[in-house]
Nanobody, 115 residues
Framework: QVQLVESGGGLVQPGGSLRLSCAIS????????MYWYRQAPGKERELVAS???????NYGDSVKGRFTIFRDNPKNTVSLQMNSLKPEDTAVYYC?????????WGQGTQVTVSS
């Protein structure tokens, strides 16, 4: 059974940095694309960043220039380096792995940006 487990969330001051990681287990699949989403209270889940198997990345407008997504295919992990964090980045962050028409989600990790 495919499992995704996020880690690295926590409380950080505005302007600070965090690095989220997502470890995938239970499979030898090589995923077509991997994603980070986030959902703030009272808001819809939004795409933060994505990366294809070939390393092509895409970012939401609100995080461009501040966040970086990268993946380690042999280790089946995807990470999100978040710099210059703002209070509006506060949300639960989820990773997702896509293989053809199948999507697999993690349980999420809380990121809180506050002084």
């Amino acid at each position: 059974q495919v499992q995704l487990v996020e880690s690295g969330g926590g409380l950080v001051q505005p302007g600070g940095s965090l690095r989220l990681s997502c470890a995938i287990s239970g499979t030898t699949f090589v995923f077509n694309a991997m994603y980070w989403y986030r959902q703030a209270p009272g808001k819809e889940r939004e795409l933060v960043a994505s990366i294809t198997i070939g390393g092509i990345t895409n970012y939401g407008d609100s995080v461009k220039g501040r966040f970086t997504i990268f993946r380690d295919n042999p280790k089946n992990t995807v990470s999100l380096q978040m710099n210059s964090l703002k209070p509006e980045d506060t949300a639960v962050y989820y990773c997702k792995a896509q293989r053809f028409s199948s999507n697999y989600w993690g349980q999420g990790t809380q990121v809180t940006v506050s002084s």
